[in-house]
């Protein structure tokens, strides 16, 4: 059993930059695949960003812009988000999976373990 605990959202300005955190329990967090998604309000929950063994992937409107760190040490791992748009305000939801295949990372089905989620609000 996995734990996931968001943290980091907040208010910030179109352009602005913002790290969120999600911890995790459990002794074996490397093992875990782990996936970022958002949801705004009023439609459906989106793929972000992914990490699994050491390969990162990513939603074309975020690449360039966000990043998928992670500290095993500290079992967390960290959604970096630069340059943010209004329209990227959502509840964003860090997800963790122990086995998975690389080609079904973008789906929210695919993930065993979810966070309560954090806001992050972006206004122009």
């Known amino acids: 059993q996995v734990q996931l605990v968001e943290s980091g959202g907040g208010l910030v300005q179109a352009g602005d930059s913002l790290r969120l955190s999600c911890a995790a329990s459990?002794?074996?967090?490397?093992?875990?695949?782990m996936g970022w998604f958002r949801q705004a309000a009023g439609k459906e929950r989106e793929f972000v960003a992914a990490?699994?063994?050491?390969?990162?992937y990513s939603a074309d409107s975020v690449k360039g812009r966000f990043t998928i760190p992670r500290d095993n040490a500290k079992n967390t791992g960290y959604l970096q988000m630069n340059s943010l748009k209004p329209e990227e305000a959502a509840v964003y939801y860090c997800?963790?999976?122990?086995?998975?295949?690389?080609?079904?990372?973008?789906?929210?089905?695919?993930?065993?373990?979810w966070g309560q989620g954090t806001q992050v609000t972006v206004y122009a």
């Open positions: 990490i699994r063994a050491g390969s990162t």
């Open positions: 997800a963790a999976v122990r086995a998975v295949e690389a080609g079904i990372l973008q789906r929210s089905s695919a993930y065993d373990y």
């Open positions: 459990g002794r074996t967090f490397s093992r875990y695949a």
